[in-house]
């Protein structure tokens, strides 16, 4: 049973994995433009410090794609170079590579998202599993409303507000970047202390907005859950409190809201992308937000067919995580 | 790039556009782009569900694979990739769908899963023997009920396809010639915020965008006095009332009885005849707008309604035990049966190294006939007998003085009810335990139980030894319960009690049984019968005998 | 004999597609016939998994035989024209166990009254159909007045049941297929129900195939019995034979599960048993549990034996006795029914009271 959902799971990546390669390939080449030579093109007419390579590069990109060829030919070469993260090069930033500049920025976005998602998910499920109980104390049911209203908000007008009131109004907080500028990275305690300074703010607008959502969904769940049979049945076994509480309900309530992590995390990277730009945070959204400015066709293929991936692997843990949370699982068929 | 004032109170841009105006002429374009798109969504993420869902099969299949994996990509990625790619002059209009090409994916699934539970429903089947086509079904069954949750959908849906355009166009990937909220948006950032410059100057961008200065009845009929001195739980005159906003509705009115020493009463009664809240009183267990109004259950002398919350729940499980319906997923899904067993004993402190716990747990497993191995599974992989025998196992783990035992065979086969019950009456014979048994099934209490009580419309009306009560009834309403029943003796011989089961909050005057009874007379229509001992250890509530 | 409604050797098999790994055989071989000149009330008994939802849904055409035909009079349900379709839709009624879902919460009562009047156009005016579901009600006991123009939720369990029985009435049907209609309602008003039933074949010559897992009452109202174990037949005939007496070892293990509302205590034995085990996959579907096994019977699946001229069970235990075709099941059906008296008259329906 369990290779056999591992199996399907993994069939699935692999299947959004090609979708999204796919459409990737393909959309741009339905405004019926050569992609490369239209977006060179372009770049030159701009002018600027490009141009002395563009003949190199476009001889370059058609030998390498081999334009001339049918499209399956150049379908098939495409899928090769995917496959193995090759994107070429950045038309902006020739002649530093896609890779090279997704690499750079990928540090920056993981550790914002990844701390804030774990955050985030633990602390409003907390919250919501004591919002919905009785037992917890009466004070905590003030915390609906503001809970409500960040909810409510989108990640990047949360930004935008934190970042008048700590960073304009009261110049507590960096406004802008990874660190100042002018700041040599480099593994001291001043630079650390100036990169966290920095990360403060994107990463409490995200975190505020998604414990608000995550509290919601969990209380929920937990008002349902403390509905069922086994709960009632606890009780009259005469466990304590915390037993029920624990091991009954939150234990229960848990796996619809490990399922929505799973549907949220291209939500989440979506709002989180944004906070990027608005804060200039150097992470790959701001980096896929020059690129679309700057027309940079392959850094964006790259960036967006590396998040696909990056996404596909989290569900993918995710997925494979489930079944050791809910023993169900293995039986069902999804 | 001017600072908020009263001519503009946004501010302006670096090109001098005033910020408020820009506001001002870019919601509406937004909205519409919402609304275009949040529309679109709905429209084909309900006809796709609707149809999906409704005729299955290959085309459902199709469907929902389509969704499950647009779900699992991150929408604003696919939106900049169709965007970039088509972005050269892009419309407002065109912007719209853009957005709205993944905005169906969720209507779509949610409506689907919607639709799936409810023509399930017996009423899609019966308007289809009624003569109905599928369309008709679709259009005149489920929508209706389907159409406050397709408004909500609605409202999540635009609002999700505003926040989608607006982070398309912070991007700069929107309709470059509109003012929309987002395209506003993106200007600002364009021009100011990111460009190298204004890192030195950090105060515009939010002053450009935010305003200065802040962020924005009542007669009592006589208790039956007997000897319940000696009885191992006494219930007197208890009362459970709902709280509704039309008053208190009484689900058990004055309910007195006493329970011997390895005894095994019966409750019988109907629906709503208040025998489950009964138990589920005794164990103090009433859920608000329920509560306990009066009496008192005692246990050995002790009255358990005087008891601090934490000595109770002791009191649960150590000297009453509960076997929860047969019909009910009383066993927590994710968790081993050994350890919903050993959780019993860890919280009723019993100090036991790990090892004797595997031994007494195995031990009660193979004291209600189940094979020591179930003790590793869990609840999903055991039949409905294996997990009512499970709950037994449960119940008796710490030699509890009572057990209450509330339908514990319903939805299950006969077959397999014989052996639970067989089960129950040697555990607890072995135990020397009294069993109050719950129930409806006349047939089950006449095999099963010694003493019968029989309660209608929250009120005990009969309690006698079971031999008499199948005998001679006292009361016409449990002689019409017993004649109601079919035997496999000879035909023709069950017979209906006309008229309804009354309604809880609306309750006929005097004995509540007198609109079905044949034999009421005046009396009954307005003075209500206490519950008085007839004769030696029958008891009734009734104004004939 | 003309049949009316037939299941001829179907065998129903769930699973077993391209892309799921095992199959289950809902219904084994399964041959049924109701004499169109002769009404009658059959009961089909059995426990969970004994496949009599199955065959309910198989005989109203809702699901399609793996092997086998459903055929109403003579013609295969899944090959119907659309004419004939809509008329096998009138004939045959259904009234289902859950008295609660069968409403849509969304209308009142009337709708599911009104629906086939107009459908199947029942009455030529608004008059004439408040008549004709007015004399339904009648029929059922219960007064129309207190009853239409209500919402589902003002009603009672047993009421709703009564008012699908009057559905079922409204369509003069020639077979209702009751599908555990009173397990879902308090046992005081379940004779009330059943009394209507009955009433309907005794009155108007409908026959009625009650589906059930309760002896008892399939007792009471019908003439035969079909006792079905792990789909397929286990003995089938006159109903006072086979409650009587019972052959095969199921129906006794079944008769003596049943807790009788009596004072004789026989029912519970000293010796509790341990959780039965699992079927086997081939033979008798009883073998695993049954006293008498064979070896024989793990290996073949017994044949039905024709007992008696009214009567036939599928176990080796009487392998002297003829074998009779699944097909012919038929002739043990209607046998009984000439060799006993119409059961249902001796059941007086109750009314409720004004």
Known sequence: MRADYLARRVGVFVLIVWLAATLNFFLPRLSGQDPVRATLLQQASLGGHVQMGLEAMVKEYEGRFGLDKPLWRQYVTYLGDVSRFNFNYSISNYP????????????????????????????????????????????????????????????????????????????????????????????????????????????????????????????????????????????????????IFLRYCVRNAILPQTTALALALGNILSGAVLVEVIFGFPGVGTILFHAIRENDHFLIQGIVFTVIVALGVATLILDVVYPLLDPRISYRRT | MRAPSAAHPFGTDRQGRDLFAAMVAGTPLTLRIGFIAGFLGVGIGAMLGFVSAYYRGTLDAVIRGVVDIGLTVPGLLVLIIIAVS????????QMAIIVASLAWLNPARTIRAQVLSMRERGYVEVARLSGMSGPEIIVKELMPNLLPYLAATLVNSVSAAILASIGLEVLGLGPIDSPTLGMTLYWVNFNAALSRADRDHPGRLSRSLLPHGGPGRDRQPQ????????????????????????????????????????????????????????????????????????????????????????????????????????????????????????????????RMSARETETRVRELLESVGLR?????????????????????????????????????????????????????????????????????????????????????????????????????????????????????????????????????????????????????????????????????????????? | MRTLLEARSVTKVFGGGVFERSSTVALENFSLAIDADRPSIIAVVGESGSGKTTLARLLLGLTAPTSGHVLYEGQDLQQMSRERRRKFRRDIQVIFQDPYGVYNPFYRVDHVLATPVAKFGLARSRAAART?????????????????????????????????????????????????????????????????????????????????????TAYQISDTIVVLYGGAVAEVGDVELVVKQPQHPYTRLLLSSIPLATTARTWMSEFATVASSADTETGCKFAARCPSVEKVCRETAPPLFKTHAARAVACYLYRDAPTLDADAIGSVLTASAAASPPASQTIQPTRSRP
């Open chain 1, 96 to 243: 530093r590579t896609v890779n090279e500049i997704i690499a750079e920025a990928i540090p920056w976005t993981v550790v914002l998202l990844g701390t804030t998602t774990i955050l985030s998910f633990t602390i409003g499920t907390l919250l919501g599993a004591l919002l919905a109980w009785p037992g917890a104390p009466r004070w905590m049911r003030l915390l609906m409303p503001p809970l409500w209203a960040l909810h409510a908000i989108p990640f990047f007008l949360l930004g935008l507000i934190l970042m008048y009131v700590f960073a304009f109004r009261f110049q507590l907080l960096p406004m802008f970047g990874g660190y100042s500028p002018g700041a040599f990275p480099a593994l001291t305690l001043r630079f650390v202390g100036d990169v966290l300074a920095h990360a403060i703010l994107p990463a409490l607008s995200i975190v505020l907005v998604a414990t608000g959502g995550w509290a919601l969904g969990m209380r929920g769940m937990m008002v349902t859950t403390m509905g069922e049979d086994y709960v009632t049945f606890a009780e009259a076994k005469g466990l304590t409190r915390l037993t």
């Open chain 2, 86 to 93: 088509l972005r050269r002059g892009l419309t407002v209009d």
């Open chain 2, 223 to 350: 208790a039956a006095e007997s000897d319940l001195t000696t009885d191992v739980l006494s219930v007197r005159d208890l009362c459970v009332h709902y709280d509704t906003p039309l008053g208190a509705v009484k689900a058990a009115d004055h309910v007195t009885f006493g329970l011997r020493a390895g005894e095994r009463l019966g409750i019988a009664g109907e629906s709503g005849s208040g025998k489950s809240t009964m138990a589920l009183a005794i164990l103090r267990m009433i859920k608000p707008p329920g509560r306990i109004a009066a009496g008192e259950v005692k246990l050995d002398g002790v009255d358990l309604m005087t008891l601090s919350d934490e000595e109770m729940r002791r009191v649960r499980l150590d000297r009453i035990a509960l076997i929860p319906q047969g019909s009910m997923n009383a066993l927590n899904p994710v968790i081993r049966i050994k350890e919903q067993i050993a959780d019993a004993l860890r919280d009723h402190r019993v």
């Open chain 2, 372 to 545: 020591a191995e179930v003790a590793d599974m869990f609840p999903h992989e055991l039949s409905g007998g294996m997990k009512q025998r499970a709950c037994i196992a449960i119940a008796i783990s710490l030699s509890p003085r009572v057990i209450i035992a509330d339908e514990p065979t319903s939805a299950l086969d006969v077959v397999v009810q014989k052996q639970v019950m067989e089960t129950l009456a040697r555990v607890q014979e072995n135990l020397g335990a009294s069993v109050i048994l719950v129930g409806h099934d006349m047939g089950l209490m006449a095999q099963f139980v010694d003493r019968l009580g029989v309660m209608y419309a929250g009120k005990l009306i009969e309690v006698s030894p079971v031999r008499e009560i199948f005998t001679r009834p006292l009361h016409p309403y449990t002689r019409m319960l017993i004649a109601s029943l079919p035997s496999l003796e000879q035909k023709g011989t069950f017979r209906g009690i006309p008229g309804l089961i009354p309604l809880l909050r609306d309750l006929p005057p005097g004995c509540a049984f007198h609109p079905r009874c044949p034999q009421a007379f005046d009396r009954c229509l307005t003075e209500e019968p206490a519950l008085l001992e007839k004769h030696p250890g029958g008891w009734a509530a009734c104004h004939l005998t």
């Open chain 3, 132 to 216: 004709l579901i007015d004399e339904v009600l009648r029929d059922v006991g219960l007064r129309p007045e207190e009853t239409l123009g209500r919402f589902p939720h003002q009603l009672s369990g047993g009421q709703r049941q009564r008012v699908m029985v009057a559905r079922a009435l409204l369509l003069r049907p020639r077979v209702i297929l009751a599908d555990e209609p009173v397990s879902m309602v308090d046992a005081s008003l379940r004779a009330t129900i059943l009394g209507s039933l009955s009433a309907m074949h005794r009155e108007r010559g409908i026959s009625i195939i009650y589906i059930t897992h309760d002896l008892a």
